[in-house]
């Protein structure tokens, strides 16, 4: 099996993450020595994530803190996360999936290409039906993602600006390849806190802003993602104990 690291950005998301723990716990074993979780708390003013972890059994936890609160920072966070994974394969998402049993292993036992980026199906919580593959959903290689650039913390603030960096997957990937395994979406009506509520969502100042962004980008010579712009700490690592046997 390859080792994996699956990054979640968090704002204010407690009881997701309450969730999402309480589904590493319950992997097998020979799942869990293969997964490693990096989750980037945005600045959370309230809740924050340190409040909520626990031990799970996963190879590793680490949690970081952006140091500032800015909305919709997700591109820091994600960022972040990738830059500090330890592992070839990352897997980007949002903090309202979860990642079942049966999907995490295929991740970690198909023959993937490095070349390829992948993206997930999606199932909706709690009937599981099929619902629309999430657009920022993205497991590809820790080679491939700096190759991609990263996410421009330019647009950080803004919200609709995850097409940006699909449009350079499509351009950097030798192709981008569904996998029919599904992460399960989790909405608001099964877990309040599942997705942010605080900032409000396609309003006028963030087309604009981000129009002009990539405007103003679009005039420069040469240009690449801005990347790890913010302040940052590392909070939380969670490792299994190390088991002795006796003699």
Known sequence: MRDLTLVLPYYRNAGMLVEQQRTWRAYPDDLKAHLHVIVVDDGSPKFAARREVEATGIASFRLYRCEVDVRWNWLFCRNLGVDQAETTWVLLTDIDHLLPADTLRRLLTDDLDPNRVYRL???????????????????????????????????????????????????????????????????????????????????????????????????????????????????????????????
Not at 158 to 175: H, I, L, M, P
Not at 193 to 221: C, F, M, P, W
Request: charged share 30%; proline share 9%.
């Open 121 to 247: 199906s999606r199932v909706d919580a709690p009937d599981l039906t099929p619902y629309k593959p999430h657009p920022n959903t993205w497991l590809m290689t820790k080679p491939m993602f700096n190759a991609i650039g990263g996410y421009d913390e330019r647009f950080s603030g803004y919200y609709g600006t995850d097409g940006e960096f699909r449009d350079r997957v499509e351009k950097t990937a030798y192709s981008v390849e569904m996998l029919s395994c599904p992460l399960i979406r989790v909405p608001r009506e099964v877990i309040p806190d599942a997705s942010t509520t605080t900032y409000g969502r396609k309003e006028d100042q963030d087309r604009e802003n981000v129009q002009r962004i990539r405007e103003e980008r679009g005039k420069l010579k040469v240009w690449r993602p801005l990347r790890l712009t913010f302040p940052w700490t590392h909070e939380i690592t969670v490792v299994p104990p190390v088991e002795v046997s006796s003699c």
